[in-house]
């Protein structure tokens, strides 16, 4: 017996390595917690206090923020790209042979045999979705 389940194809999933945290946020407040130690014992304390609430925040941003489903690193990242990148585009024609398709008229039947109104029997709307999200056809 075969049995056939629909499976979900867009699963982003990082594991959690630090109790709750993923990899990359423990990083992030971790660098961030290791410049305010040593900040602690280099800097003066009103200096301390004011970078820590900026690495802070900073590093909770980094870690935490995501606009789109997509991570700011990774927002970042793409903008820094983009903005190194050249954004001159050229269109270069190819050499094609043209082709030439000939169109056949379809013949109409008797227009008693259509209805006025076609009702789906299911929303289109989310049998789309479902063929989208697992793959199907």
Do not use: D
Request: one cysteine or more; proline letters at 6%.
């Amino acid at each position: 017996m075969n049995m056939r389940f629909t499976l979900p194809q867009f699963i982003e999933h990082e594991p959690k390595i630090v109790g709750p945290l993923t990899f990359r946020q423990f990083s992030f407040i971790g660098v961030a917690a290791a410049i305010c130690f040593i900040l602690y014992y280099t800097a003066p304390f009103l200096v301390f206090l004011i970078a820590c609430f900026i690495l802070g925040g900073g590093a909770i941003t980094l870690a935490f923020l995501k606009i789109g489903g997509k991570s700011l690193p990774a927002i970042l990242g793409n903008f820094l790209k983009f903005s190194v990148s050249p954004k001159m585009f050229i269109w270069r024609k190819i050499e094609a042979p043209i082709k030439i398709l000939k169109k056949e008229k379809i013949k109409k039947e008797s227009a008693e045999e259509e209805l006025p109104l076609k009702i789906a029997e299911r929303s289109q709307l989310k049998k789309l979705r479902t063929q989208i999200e697992t793959k199907t056809k």
